[in-house]
T-cell receptor, first 114, second 114 residues
Framework: AQSVTQLGSHVSVSEGALVLLRCNYSSSVPPYLFWYVQYPNQGLQLLLK??????LVKGINGFEAEFKKSETSFHLTKPSAHMSDAAEYFC????????????FGKGTKLTVNP | KAGVTQTPRYLIKTRGQQVTLSCSPI?????VSWYQQTPGQGLQFLFE???????NKGNFPGRFSGRQFSNSRSEMNVSTLELGDSALYLC?????????????FGPGTRLTVL
């Protein structure tokens, strides 16, 4: 069964600093991986997804993630944090096999300090 | 295209009552999935419907049920509400073309059980 572990439930960075949110996955099949962002009182918005093409995936708002099979990781990065990046971020793996079911990590709340 | 819409956005019920939540997917999307989000358990998959058939089901008691109509709109029902059912219920739709389709999330319905 697929699972996702997000290291660090809270991450705090200064505006302009590097953002690094960690995600490790477990999957019995080649995974499809996703990062979603959730702003307060809103649904989830897709940042980016990995579907076995390029291992470095670029998403919206300057975010990118690198798929590393040997480390079973899919960490999310952004070179320079902006105040508007403050939100909760979720890593997810698709169960596949014809199902659209996503298995989510517990989420990482990002705080950006001025 | 209009996004995923969920109604109502907020709901307050008392223990023992039942509730029905509605989700209208993006036009042309045939798969609808439901997730429960709570602070303690995070995002958990409830079920997925595709072409009016339940294709996948999560580990929730039988009090949680759903259905999908011929126009792909979906409803979920929770009977005999418990305090622990208080949560944000998110609906997501996808084209479900057999690949790693992106799921697009609605804003959610915030259910409070008193």
């Amino acid at each position: 069964a697929q699972s996702v572990t997000q290291l660090g439930s809270h991450v705090s960075v200064s505006e302009g600093a590097l953002v690094l949110l960690r995600c490790n996955y477990s999957s019995s099949v080649p995974p499809y991986l996703f990062w979603y962002v959730q702003y307060p009182n809103q649904g989830l918005q897709l940042l980016l997804k990995y579907t076995s093409a390029a291992t470095l995936v670029k998403g919206i708002n300057g975010f990118e993630a690198e798929f590393k099979k040997s480390e079973t990781s899919f960490h999310l990065t952004k070179p320079s944090a902006h105040m508007s990046d403050a939100a909760e971020y979720f890593c997810a793996v698709s169960e596949g096999g014809g199902s659209e079911k996503l298995v989510f990590g517990k989420g990482t709340k990002l705080t950006v300090n001025p | 295209k209009a996004g995923v819409t969920q109604t109502p956005r907020y709901l307050i019920k008392t223990r023992g009552q039942q509730v029905t939540l509605s989700c209208s997917p993006i036009s042309g999307h045939r798969s609808v999935s439901w997730y429960q989000q709570t602070p303690g358990q995070g995002l958990q998959f409830l079920f997925e419907y595709f072409s009016e058939t339940q294709r996948n089901k999560g580990n929730f008691p039988g009090r949680f049920s759903g259905r999908q109509f011929s126009n792909s709109r979906s409803e979920m029902n929770v009977s005999t509400l418990e305090l622990g059912d208080s949560a944000l219920y998110l609906c997501a739709s996808s084209p479900s073309t057999g690949g790693a389709d992106t799921q697009y999330f609605g804003p959610g319905t915030r259910l409070t059980v008193l």
